[in-house]
Nanobody, 117 residues
Framework: QVQLVESGGGLVQPGGSLRLSCAAS?????MGWYRQAPGKERELERE???????????NYADSVKGRFTISRDNAKNTVYLQMNSAKPEDTAVYYC??????????WGQGTQVTVSS
């Protein structure tokens, strides 16, 4: 079992920045962020935002390329999402998702990000 603790969500103005963090209770292979927009309630409707492997390879959704940066600190088992140039359409609940070395995946509890003036 892996416990995940997310932090950093909140209200940000359009064009502003925010940083999300997700700390895992142990070493993890793949770490990433997904988001669930308002009105979408099913887990299947969560949209991939970005992922990063233990070796540092990254993958981004087209909608966030050039604005968001995912990074990780393997010593702290923590993944970060730096959100710059935020847009109202970035408003969502952001979930940390990790894949363990044995191939099991775990979700964080979610953190609300609202982009509004």
């Amino acid at each position: 079992q892996v416990q995940l603790v997310e932090s950093g969500g909140g209200l940000v103005q359009p064009g502003g920045s925010l940083r999300l963090s997700c700390a895992a209770s142990r070493s993890i292979d793949i770490m990433g962020w997904y988001r669930q927009a308002p009105g979408k309630e099913r887990e299947l409707e969560r949209e991939l935002v970005a992922t990063i492997t233990s070796g540092g390879s990254t993958n981004y959704a087209d909608s966030v390329k050039g604005r968001f940066t995912i990074s990780r600190d393997n010593a702290k088992n923590t993944v970060y999402l730096q959100m710059n140039s935020a847009k109202p359409e970035d408003t969502a609940v952001y979930y940390c998702k990790v894949v363990s070395w044995s191939g099991l995946y775990y979700w964080g509890q979610g953190t609300q990000v609202t982009v509004s003036s």
